[in-house]
C-alpha cells in the first residue's frame, strides 16, 4: 500500500509539472556553461582552502582545548569548558561578524592573509570547540593500562600522551571528525558575510551571482551538485569508518 501511495504521488507530480519550464530553469544547459571553468578553478578551490584551514586550525587548537578539558589544572579545565560551552553555542555567522568588528577595538589590526585568514579563524574557533569533545571522548576511550604500562617503562607522562594516547585517541575519533569536515565545508558558505572579491568568492556565493546575473536559477542546481560531489562520498567514508570501528569492539 505504500509503494502504491508513492507511485501515485510521483506520477500526480510529473503530470502536474511543467517539463520545459522546468528545462529552461533549472537544467539550461546554456546557463550552466557560463560559470565554467570558474565554478571549479576558483569557487570550488575557494570553498576548499577555506574548509581545509579551518579544519586544521581547529583540528590543533581542539587538541589543546581536550587536553586542557582533561587537566589536573582547575583554571585550564574552566579556562576549556568556558570557550567550548560558549563556541558551540555561538552561531558560527555571529563569529564572522565579531572577526570583522576586531578591528574597532584594535585599530589598524588585520589578520594575516585577509579574507582567507578571517574564514580559517572563524572556522577553526568554532569547529575547535566541537572537536575538542571529540578528542577528550577519544582520549577516555583509550584504555587507562596504555598509560599505566607507558609510566611504568619509565616514560613520562607528557611523552606518553603524545607518543601513545593521542595517536590512539585520533584513530578512534576518525569518522566523527570526518562529520566535521563535512560540516565545515557547508559552513564555508558563510564567508560571504566577509565581503569576498570576486577572485575569492567560494561555491554559494558564486552560484547565487551567477543566478543573477543571467536571471535562472540553474547555477544554483549546479552548486548544490558540486557540494553533492564533496559530502556525499565523505559522508560516505565516515559511515564505512564507524562500521569498521563498531565490527572492530
Keep these: 500500500m505504500q509503494y502504491a501511495v508513492l507511485i501515485a ?3 500526480l507530480l510529473a503530470a502536474l509539472a511543467d517539463w520545459s519550464a522546468i528545462r529552461q530553469s533549472f537544467l539550461n544547459l546554456d546557463v550552466a556553461k557560463e560559470g565554467l571553468p570558474e565554478l571549479f578553478t576558483v569557487a570550488l578551490r575557494n570553498t576548499v ?8 586550525l581547529g583540528f590543533a587548537f581542539g587538541l589543546v582545548l581536550a587536553l586542557m578539558r582533561l587537566s589536573r589544572v582547575a583554571p585550564y579545565r574552566w579556562l576549556s569548558a568556558f570557550y567550548i560551552e560558549v563556541f558551540r553555542g555561538l552561531p558560527i ?17 588585520e589578520l594575516p592573509g585577509g579574507v582567507y585568514g578571517q574564514a580559517a579563524l572563524g ?3 568554532v569547529s575547535a570547540a566541537y572537536m575538542a569533545e571529540n578528542f577528550r571522548a577519544g582520549i577516555q576511550a583509550v584504555p587507562k593500562g596504555q598509560m599505566e604500562a607507558a609510566r611504568s ?3 613520562p607522562h607528557g611523552r606518553a600522551m603524545v607518543s601513545i594516547i593521542i595517536p590512539q585517541a585520533i584513530r578512534i575519533v576518525v569518522p566523527p571528525l570526518t562529520n566535521q569536515l563535512v560540516a565545515l565545508l557547508k559552513d564555508s558558505s558563510l564567508v560571504l558575510i566577509l565581503g569576498v572579491t570576486a577572485t575569492q568568492v567560494e561555491l554559494a556565493k558564486f552560484g547565487n551571482d551567477q543566478s543573477s546575473t543571467f536571471a535562472n536559477p540553474t547555477p544554483l542546481l549546479v552548486t548544490g551538485l558540486t557540494y553533492l560531489l564533496i559530502t556525499i562520498p565523505l559522508g560516505y567514508v565516515a559511515r564505512r569508518l ?3 570501528q563498531g565490527g572492530h569492539r
Design 93 to 109: 555567522l555571529v563569529v564572522f561578524l565579531m572577526i570583522i568588528s576586531v578591528p574597532l577595538a584594535f585599530p589598524g589590526f
Design 123 to 125: 572556522l577553526g574557533m
Design 9 to 11: 504521488v510521483a506520477v
Design 153 to 155: 617503562l619509565g616514560m
Design 49 to 56: 582552502i577555506y574548509t581545509l584551514s579551518g579544519f586544521v
Design 242 to 244: 564507524e562500521a569498521r
